[in-house]
């Protein structure tokens, strides 16, 4: 039989084994530490207390302890034996799979030394997913959109310059395509002239995930910088749709800035009600889209759309920053926000 708790608020996974382990056991902490995973992202340590060293019932006992490791290496970085077990090495074999974890032994009845210890190791590293679109045409103009520098360039630098490990992901993955005006002279910042001379970010930016292979339990939170591309894309893509709603539903923040709120267009709460219904949010104003004459061009007004959702738009004078803040969902309502939207996300995780 295996016990098994998350020790708060340290998060550290405790496993009290007693008797032979069987498959059935590690298919339901799998169930458990997967749950945990997918709303915190990361596992402090796993402490293993057991006097004695149980064993398991059968190979495929032993075969799904193995699988359970490998499979769950990437979140572990401490593993505490606390056991009084003439075989407790055995435990170095086992704990190959897990690659880099650190592993001590305690003695049985040290468990305050071993959560302590487990403790300290706590990882603080935010890891956050940022989507882009993959949508080039502006329309029928002719002319070419995507996402908008600033957009992307502000918030990563927020985000990185913090310490957070930074995931770039888009519908089709690879390179998305930059709209061409946010990067001409006009539009340029120190952000955007800071991530066009960096070789990492722009590697990054070269190779983004494709959104279908991401999972929402590898990070803390979501971001959507603007541009128009999201309107024709992001806003219909049902990836990106499922993406935004499992990461409400696992208590995660998500902002997205400009025209990135259209991305929420379809998304809809667990009572199957518009997510943005009764919340206080922004985005590019009507105002803001005829100043850039493209007010008949796109396939909707982010402010317009907001409304008719049921949700409660607010908005500043044109170009200003806003940032709204209602629960879990950050949303700004133009380029100049993009920084300040990112260090509300940051500050939330």
Known sequence: MLEYTIIEPQGILRMTPSGALSAEDFSGLTRFADDYLAKHGSIAGI?????????????????????????????????????????????????KP????????????QYDGAVQWLSRARRTEARILIVLTSHDQLGKTGRRTGFWLEELAAPYYVFTDAGAK???????????PLDPASDDAASASDATRRFK???AAQTALANTLPLREVSLGDFNAVFYPGGHGPLWDLAEDADSITLIEATFAA??????????????RHVKSAAGQPIVRGRAVTGFSNAEER???????VPFLVEEMLMAEGG????????????????????????????PAAQALLDMI
């Open 197 to 199: 001379a960096d070789r």
């Open 291 to 297: 100043a850039v004459g493209l007010s008949d061009v």
């Open 47 to 95: 402490l293993i207390d057991a006097q004695s060293f149980p064993g398991w019932d059968s190979f495929a006992g032993f075969a799904s302890h193995v699988r359970f490791v490998r499979d769950h290496q990437r979140h572990i970085q401490r593993v505490a034996l606390v056991t009084d077990s003439s075989i407790v090495h055995v435990a170095e074999t086992l704990a």
């Open 312 to 339: 409660v738009y607010s908005k500043a004078d044109d170009w200003q920053a806003h940032v709204v803040t209602d629960g879990l969902l950050i949303t700004g309502q133009n380029p100049a926000s993009s920084g």
């Open 166 to 176: 930074v995931t770039l992901a888009s519908p089709k993955g690879g390179h998305p």
């Open 98 to 109: 897990f690659v880099a974890a650190d592993i001590r032994y305690f003695a049985f009845g």
């Open 251 to 264: 208590g995660k923040p998500l902002a997205a800035v400009c025209h990135a709120p259209g991305v929420l």
